[in-house]
């Protein structure tokens, strides 16, 4: 076979496989618009519902565009919840940089200066992350009453801190491993201490790591319902609580929900359009097994 003849039929062998990718390149879109649509119908519903009247504001008529549209809604909305989103920035800000932090000190003592033990604490530290919250509640409301914390903020801020220990330990210790030793080694013979060589030396390589546990714990402290429910009240909790009261109320008044959910979820949905694409390479930077 000559050459002239050869490149032909390398050309014919090769459409098959282009046509059978091109099959499934458009399978593949397909179906991430189907997921998209499903994922985007209950944000349409909540949106198209938040602009109707009274009146128009029906379950009869939840997929139809408004009549009108009008802001009466989310006016009753902002006044319902926004002294509880005050509240909330107040909880979950705190709330997430403690834990943060707290995080990081654990995870650099337990990957890069061990002690006798060391594995036992992590194991034991990780059981937190295994035991449902609706099995410590009766008890958790006994202790906090014990101790004389507040309802309300204060004692949302103790509990996510304490429960965020977990996963925020447990993600800085996988990233610090992956940090040389000889650093922690040269920073002992240049004479730092434990704390020294975590301010010097690791602290200033851990934005990726801060940026995922931030992001994490902001985001479960904000929508958290269940510690809200049996820590605070209507006149001192988070924005779930302020949501579920303008959602429960006798006469039903499906604009303003609708309205409260979006405005509810803007702040997670601002964080996460900001930082998404640093949250998902300070996961891999610490995807690192210790």
Do not use: C
Not at 25 to 48: D, H, N, Q, S
Not at 184 to 189: G, I, K, N
Not at 270 to 290: H, N, Q, T
């Amino acid at each position: 076979m000559t050459t002239t003849e050869a490149i032909p039929a390398a050309v014919a062998s090769r459409v098959p496989g282009q046509r059978s990718r091109g099959v499934a390149r458009t399978i593949k879109y397909v179906l991430l618009i189907g997921f998209a649509l499903v994922v985007l119908l209950p944000a349409y519903v909540l949106f198209v519902t938040s602009f109707k009247g009274i009146g128009d504001a029906t379950p009869t008529n939840a997929w139809k565009l408004p009549e009108s549209w009008e802001t009466a809604g989310w006016v009753r909305a902002w006044e319902q919840l926004g002294p509880a989103l005050g509240r909330t920035f107040a909880m979950v800000i705190p709330a997430s940089i403690i834990s943060s932090v707290l995080g990081s000190m654990n995870g650099f003592v337990l990957s890069k200066w061990r002690f006798p033990g060391a594995d036992v604490v992590f194991t034991l530290i990780l059981f937190g992350m295994f035991i449902p919250y609706q099995a410590v509640m009766v008890p958790l409301v006994q202790l906090m009453g014990n101790l004389g914390v507040p309802s309300g903020v204060p004692s949302l801020i103790v509990l996510h801190v304490v429960y965020g220990l977990p996963i925020t330990t447990l993600i800085f210790r996988n990233y610090y491993a992956g940090v040389p030793v000889e650093l922690v080694e040269a920073a002992r013979v240049d004479g730092a201490g434990m704390l020294r060589t975590y301010a010097s030396i690791i602290l200033p390589i851990s934005a990726p790591a801060f940026v995922v546990v931030l992001m994490w714990q902001f985001t479960s402290a904000w929508n958290d319902y269940l510690f809200a429910l049996f820590f605070s009240t209507s006149q001192n909790g988070p924005v779930t609580i302020a949501l579920n009261f303008l959602a429960s109320g006798q006469l039903q008044d499906y604009s303003a929900s609708m309205a409260g959910a979006l405005i509810a979820s803007v702040p997670t949905l601002i964080i996460y359009i900001l930082l998404g694409r640093y949250f998902v390479g300070g996961l891999m930077a610490g995807s690192v097994k210790g």
